[in-house]
């Protein structure tokens, strides 16, 4: 009996990150690393990105991985305990604290930018301009349309949870 092929875009979007993060976790394996999740070269390569005037926050790491707040803490904390960050108050606002990136943590974007670039010449192989272009688009409409369901599931959880 022949099996049908799955062709739910949810199964193919696992299925790429799953090959994805195979990928990485191949690549980072070769740099021997103590102590250094791949996660936190991934948080260093993302603020390496970052405009150097522009200030991060923890709220940016959260959007910007769609973490939750208590994940996107215990994440930060434990890169200060391993002296890659340090979350500075602002001045004008002690509530508020900029991530900067120190020492330690500006030798792994080396590591970070040339895991993310073998693993986009592998991902892109073979794939022209405008079919990269017709992806990211399709892309980000995934994302904006699950993005926008979040929201209204938010939206009917707090009106239920308020009836109470």
């Not at 980072?28 to 103590?34: A, G, I, P, T, V």
């Not at 991934?42 to 959007?63: G, H, R, S, Y």
């Not at 073979?126 to 938010?154: G, H, P, W």
């Amino acid at each position: 009996m022949k099996r049908e092929k799955n062709e739910d875009i949810g199964f193919f979007v696992k299925k790429i990150s799953n090959h994805i993060e195979r990928e990485m976790y191949n690549q980072y394996k070769n740099y021997s690393l103590k102590d250094i999740t791949l996660m936190n070269i991934m948080i260093i390569n993302f603020l390496a990105t970052v405009d150097k005037d522009k200030e991060v926050f923890q709220k940016d790491i959260e959007e910007e991985f769609y973490i939750n707040k208590a994940t996107a803490s215990k994440m930060l904390s434990l890169m200060e305990e391993k002296s890659l960050i340090e979350r500075c108050p602002l001045e004008n606002d002690g509530r508020l604290k900029k991530i900067v990136v120190l020492e330690k943590g500006e030798s792994l974007k080396i590591v970070g930018k040339e895991i993310i670039n073998n693993l986009e010449n592998k991902l892109k192989k073979d794939i022209t301009q405008e079919e990269l272009d017709i992806f990211k688009k399709v892309c980000r409409l995934l994302i904006k349309n699950m993005e926008y369901f979040a929201d209204i599931y938010s939206i009917i959880i707090l009106l239920l949870y308020n009836e109470r």
